[in-house]
């Protein structure tokens, strides 16, 4: 009896975790903040499925240059701006990185401040 009453207790708390696991491996697999996620569904409800094809792209790129950056950092024990300032020693080759991830940084600061008002408008 009690042993049966436990096993049904763990199997319920299993239950609830695995309740909150899949959308927490959505999100953190798909990079899916607000501004994200508000830029998918408009794509979504007006392109339906004709750009899916730039999401598999795109998804797979991401996972290759993580992947590659994460085996860069385990081997050498710096990040990828350290690797490519100790290459690139003259200012004038690492401006032009410097000034693509601010642009990076700007775009997606943008995309995601975007997603909140269309968030915060939805009603």
Do not use: C
């Not at 009896?1 to 697999?29: D, E």
């Not at 300032?85 to 690492?94: G, W």
């Amino acid at each position: 009896m009690f042993f049966s009453k436990l096993l049904s207790q763990r199997k319920k708390s299993i239950q609830r975790l695995l309740l909150y696991t899949g959308p927490a491996l959505l999100v953190s697999m798909a990079y899916m903040d607000p501004g994200n996620y508000g830029t998918d569904i408009q794509a979504g409800a007006s392109l339906n499925y004709s750009l899916l094809w730039v999401v598999w792209l795109s998804s797979g790129m991401a996972m290759l240059l993580q992947y590659l950056s994460g085996k860069l950092g385990i081997a050498t024990h710096l990040s990828l701006p350290e690797i490519i300032r100790e290459k690139l020693k003259k200012k004038k080759y690492i401006i032009p990185y410097w000034l693509a991830a601010e642009a990076a940084a700007a775009a997606t600061d943008l995309a995601e401040y975007l997603g909140t008002v269309i968030a915060l408008n939805l009603r």
